[in-house]
């Protein structure tokens, strides 16, 4: 039986004060692991980035409870790796016309919040906490061409779920959203449904044994867009280096570059989706690439002195909350 959300919300905030995931895995220490990630000296192996002055990274906050609480990343696949401010501004894209599916089902999940209300006048702890949310970005990977019998479409990475969704063109977004964004339905007569059941669509398991995301989002903070190139050019190398990318091997670790995801006076944001797990990373430079991928891709161990938060693997939703990045 699932946690009462009260009760996972008191696990996020044990998390934050006893420096333990939700999967009690151990934080690591950085120098410990990579004395090279600790030096303050100009480095001749790595590149470095502007001075922190010049792009205004923050240095001084605390990392760890920065992410906001999510248990859903819907990554759509442009080829791009720089888009509009917002990504749902770009008019015919997925983004948009999911947005536009959220909005037209918003007005529905609040009356039916409001007769619950009604219903229920002594109202639970649940029902005034804020839902966690499901991140939409876009990224830069492109659309799988092997196969010519697809539509024209946007490739979907769904986590946690790990799947692929092949080819969903944005007139189905509301399919989409209905199939896999949604929730629990109460019921088979579901009235908050804006779709209809016919619509199919084609589903494979992850074909990566992880994934590597880098905000590098320009248009919306130059912060994370000078980063998070220099940070690709690294995993590449590394990965390549190792056998691990997905050239090498058929299952192999992607690199992607990723809208908006938060925080970009972090920079560089970094997302590691393994497994089950989704641990989120700040101020990343190429410096901590090969401790990210040894430790963290491989070994799925959090390093302390980058770690922001994790995705909520436990969270089961009603009602969606969706927040487009």
């Excluded at 934050?16 to 939700?22: C, L, Q, R, S, V």
């Excluded at 120098?31 to 001075?51: A, Q, V, W």
């Excluded at 969704?165 to 007569?189: C, I, M, S």
């Excluded at 990318?245 to 990723?258: N, P």
């Amino acid at each position: 039986m699932a946690k009462p959300f009260s009760s996972r919300i008191f696990d996020i905030i044990q998390t934050t004060i006893t420096g333990k995931t939700d999967n009690n895995s151990p934080l690591e220490d950085i120098e410990d692991i990579d004395p090279c990630s600790g030096c303050s000296d100009p480095c001749s192996t790595h590149p470095t980035y502007p001075p922190s002055l010049t792009l205004r990274i923050n240095t001084s906050l605390t990392l760890q409870g920065t992410v906001k609480p999510y248990y859903k990343h819907v990554l759509i696949s442009t080829g791009k790796s720089d888009w509009k401010s917002h990504i749902e501004d770009e008019e015919g894209s997925f983004a948009a016309q999911l947005q536009k599916a959220i909005k037209g089902n918003n007005n529905k999940e609040k009356k039916v919040k409001k007769d619950k209300k009604n219903k229920n006048k002594n109202k639970s702890e649940e029902s005034s906490l804020k839902r966690p949310k499901i991140l939409i970005c876009n990224s830069s990977r492109k659309n799988d061409d092997n196969d010519p019998s697809f539509s024209e479409g946007n490739d979907i990475l769904l986590f946690s779920d790990n799947i692929l969704v092949r080819r969903v063109p944005p007139n189905h977004a509301v399919e989409f959203y209905d199939q896999f964004l949604r929730g629990q339905k109460t019921d088979e007569n579901d009235t908050l449904s804006t779709s209809q059941p016919h619509v199919t669509f084609k589903v494979e398991p992850m074909p990566y044994k992880a994934v590597v995301l880098i905000c590098s989002h320009m248009h919306r903070d130059k912060r994370c867009g000078v980063t998070a190139p220099l940070l690709k050019d690294e995993f590449d190398k590394i990965l390549k280096d190792k056998g691990l990318d997905v050239e090498s091997c058929a299952d192999g670790i992607a690199v992607y570059m990723t809208s908006h995801i938060g925080g970009h006076k972090f920079a560089g944001n970094v997302i590691v989706y393994r497994e089950k797990q989704g641990i989120w990373y700040g101020r990343v430079t190429p410096c901590h690439v090969k401790s990210i991928i040894e430790n963290t891709v491989i070994e799925g161990k959090i390093i302390k002195k980058l770690y922001r938060g994790s995705i909520m693997n436990d969270y089961v939703q009603d009602e969606s909350e969706i927040e487009l990045k």
